[in-house]
């Protein structure tokens, strides 16, 4: 199994549209979470991190759960600029993040 | 800020050339890793350093060498280059144990 998975899409999805993303990871000793966006042919960039008590960005809304041991990132009001591809994120401690394969999302006019 | 800066961006090679993919960070990060990224495959990585001195592999270190002589900079050398090592390179930095980590823009490398 792999230590972080997702679902690689695409979503295909309207302008206005709410896009809910899912992520699990199979090391319960895992200790930090979040989301990065990566635009077409540029590098990851961090979108946000993800708390147990889950957390809110503008449009976006990232939550944890540690005893299913899934991440889920919400998009709201979708936008064409939202087109990306989202990575999943976990981190162990003293050790090198490790990504997902990332969820491909298309806004669409 | 200059960030994580890597060189070049674009690099072509013939098979069993060497060379060396340079990052360097400004942000006094102790944390450096270098990631290859495939399609379909995400983010894979394959050398990365906890501070200077101090190297370990990854998930994919056959063919690449790294050292961390100074905390700024964090070089990645295939040694004979293969074509099955043509594939965007990027390197981060951050924090301890933090997972804000920056990236370089990438090196996309082709080895014929």
């Known amino acids: 199994r792999k230590e972080v998975e997702q679902d690689p899409g695409p979503f295909n999805v309207p302008e206005g549209a709410t896009v809910a993303f899912n992520c699990t990871y199979s090391n319960s000793a895992s200790q930090s979470f979040f989301w990065y966006r990566q635009d077409c042919r540029k590098e990851p960039k961090l979108l946000m991190s993800?708390?147990?008590s889950g957390n809110e960005d503008g449009r976006f809304t990232a939550q944890l759960n540690r005893a299913s041991q899934y991440i889920s990132l919400l998009i709201r009001d979708s936008k064409l600029s939202d087109s990306a591809t989202y990575l999943c994120v976990v981190n162990k401690g003293n050790t090198p993040l490790v990504f997902g394969k990332g969820t491909r999302l298309s806004v669409i006019a | 800020n200059a960030g994580v800066t890597q060189t070049p961006k674009f690099q072509v090679l013939k098979t069993g050339q060497s060379m060396t993919l340079q990052c360097a960070q400004d942000?006094?990060?102790?944390?450096m890793s270098w990631y290859r990224q495939d399609p379909g495959m995400g983010l894979r990585l394959i050398h990365y350093?906890?501070?200077?001195?101090?190297?370990d592999q990854g998930e994919v270190p056959n063919g690449y060498n790294v050292s961390r002589s100074t905390t700024e900079d964090f070089p990645l050398r295939l040694l004979s280059a293969a074509p099955s090592q043509t594939s965007v390179y990027f390197c981060?930095?951050?924090?301890?144990?933090?997972?804000?980590?920056?990236f370089g823009q990438g090196t996309r490398l082709t080895v014929v």
């Open positions: 993800v708390y147990s």
């Open positions: 942000m006094n990060h102790e944390y």
């Open positions: 350093s906890v501070g200077a001195g101090i190297t």
């Open positions: 981060a930095s951050s924090r301890r144990s933090t997972g804000w980590a920056f």
